[in-house]
């Protein structure tokens, strides 16, 4: 049990106060999609929001959808490079690159 959650840990000691700090790594297979990783990897979808320079609503769209909006792939934004840029800031690293192929709207077929 312990050796299973120091693989998705970090223990950082304070040399001032001597105590222990354990770090929680964020992993996708934990999250309901790649959206909602990435979100959480910024500090959650209020701050993706301020990253990305949209509202709190408009990135809960995303989430539920778990993809980004069809002008990250077109090259009109670059939402996925603003919030890799931002997990790495905060300690969460993930390459954009990985976010637009996992994240990708998919395409409704005819019927």
Do not use: H
Not at 44 to 52: N, Q, T, Y
Not at 84 to 110: H, M, T, Y
């Amino acid at each position: 049990m312990v050796a299973q959650s120091l693989r998705n840990s970090q223990l950082i000691y304070n040399i001032n106060s001597g105590l222990i700090k354990e770090i929680v790594m964020l992993r996708p297979e934990d999250f309901p999609n790649a959206i909602a990783f990435a979100f959480e990897a910024v500090g959650g979808i209020g701050a993706a929001a301020k990253v990305c320079g949209r509202s709190y609503q408009a990135l809960n769209k995303w989430r539920l959808a778990g993809s980004l909006p069809r002008t990250d792939y077109t090259g009109e934004t670059n939402y996925a490079e603003c919030l890799a840029i931002a997990a790495e800031q905060k300690g969460n690293p993930f390459d954009a690159s990985w976010l637009l192929e996992v994240a990708a709207p998919q395409k409704q077929r005819p019927i």
